[in-house]
């Protein structure tokens, strides 16, 4: 959910949140590092923003209950992505699990690995777990995470902002 936050436009913490200047830095800041120290490239920053753009898409979808509508999307992109369970060894590690063609581009791999780990919340009850920051002026995505399932904030920033908004509130009330 880091790099969707990260370099889609829209609102965070009550303010305009325009596309990063520099959105190779952004991007390499959301991913875990890459083995290949030249990666991302300004075009292949672009694509997995357009990837993580779709991506959003998928959870506002979620968000206002469009479950199927959300899943298909979902299964569209897998699909552009080749989205397949590949066992794979490099670098001298163990064989080990990747959700990407052997062959995809550096931008399609990640796309594709992040599409799957949303496949898995939308494909059973943590689904419920997943969606857009109630705070007014924030559409940053969450994935909540705590053990009683309430999360419904992107950050304690924005959570403490409407805290503090319903105290003023309420102090102000009459009566």
């Not at 990063?20 to 920053?45: F, G, I, K, N, W």
């Not at 959003?56 to 080749?82: F, H, Q």
């Not at 369970?85 to 992040?114: G, I, K, N, Q, V």
């Amino acid at each position: 959910m880091t790099l969707i936050n990260d370099v889609t436009p829209g609102e965070r913490h009550g303010r305009p949140f325009p596309p990063p200047a520099d959105l190779v830095a952004a991007v390499r800041d959301a991913v875990p590092p890459s083995r290949t120290p030249d990666h991302p490239t300004a075009a292949e920053a672009e694509e997995l923003a357009a990837w993580a753009t779709q991506l959003r898409e998928v959870v506002e979808l979620v968000d206002a209950g469009e479950v199927a509508k959300a899943c298909a999307s979902l299964n569209a992109i897998m699909r552009a992505t080749n989205a397949i369970p590949t066992l794979a060894r490099h670098d001298d590690e163990p064989w080990h699990l990747h959700f990407h063609s052997a062959h995809a581009s550096w931008s399609e791999s990640w796309a594709a690995s992040m599409a799957t780990a949303l496949a898995t919340v939308l494909g059973n009850a943590a689904i419920d777990r997943l969606g857009i920051c109630n705070a007014s002026a924030c559409d940053r995505v969450y994935v909540d995470i705590s053990r009683n399932g309430t999360r419904r904030f992107c950050s304690t920033a924005c959570q403490n902002r409407v805290k503090a908004a319903a105290f003023r509130a309420r102090k102000t009330a009459p009566g």
